[in-house]
């Protein structure tokens, strides 16, 4: 095979691999308290579940404003982070 025809799909399923979902997903290792803080600038957050076997541990990533990285927080904290969001809705409506 032509070398242009090889590194074009190579390049193609580089880039398939890295825009869908079939790349390593990010899991934690461990949990860790929260400050209140931090909680105060979480933008968002998603469930990491031991469940379907990718992770290890259930934990909640908490993607905090300006920092690049999740922080890793224990499943008890989804309460107050769903009663945050909430919060943050409604208050960024009504400005």
Known sequence: MDLKVVFLVVSLMTLAIISTDAYIPTCCIKTRDIPLRKLMMAERFQFQNSAAGICDID???????????????????KKRLEKLMKWKKGTSTSL
């Open 59 to 77: 934990a909640i990533l908490v993607y905090i404003k300006a920092q690049r990285k999740p922080w890793c927080a224990h499943p008890r904290y």
